[in-house]
């Protein structure tokens, strides 16, 4: 059996994102293909499904197969219990620590002009969107926020460098704009329903 054919079958069958290393170690050593041969089994794969409902997708901890957008309104239906809707001030937050990590809860106020609710931080690391990644080296040593390889998978980002780039961070509007997709994105929906908890502000 051909390389491609068992990848495309691992992928299927896995469920989660794999990653090159993930998908060699399925293999016997004397049987294990080259990195470069997986890589190149995944580049054929990805260009097999270019013009099917579904695409190969590489995101932040791995390479996953997932609906095109432009099905999501239909693949949606399937789906008995949709994704909860979240707050402006939860979706700033996160924009926040997404563009300006590491970052303490303090920043967080300063930038967004309001107090930040233990929920929304609860939340945010609740979904595995952010964690503390160290403490600020000033009284209080208040924690230090960053996000997450779940951040990038859940929002279809292989690395931050795919961040929308925002001329003026201030905006409130754009900052809106650039998590949104966490309202309406079916094509990969979550195994279980996210915390709505400390959604307002």
Sequence with gaps: MDLKSIVEAALFAAQRPLSVAELEALFGEDERPATEDMQQALTVLAEEYAERPLELRKIASGYRFQVRPAYAPWIAKLFEERPGRY????????????????????????????????????????????????????????????????????????????????????????????????????????????STDGGAD
Excluded: C, K, M
């Design 87 to 194: 707050s402006r001030a939860l979706l700033e937050t996160l924009a926040i620590i997404a563009y300006r990590q590491p970052v303490t809860r303090g920043q967080i106020e300063d930038i967004r002009g309001v107090a930040v609710s233990s929920g929304i931080i609860r939340t945010l690391t609740e979904r595995e969107w952010v964690h503390v990644v160290g403490h600020r080296d000033v009284p209080g040593r208040p924690a230090l926020y960053a996000t997450t390889p779940q951040f990038l998978d859940y929002f279809n980002l292989e690395s931050l460098a795919e961040l929308p780039v925002l001329p003026e961070f201030a905006a409130s509007t754009e900052l809106n704009d650039v998590l949104a997709a966490a309202q309406t994105d079916e094509t990969h929906p979550p195994q279980e329903p996210p």
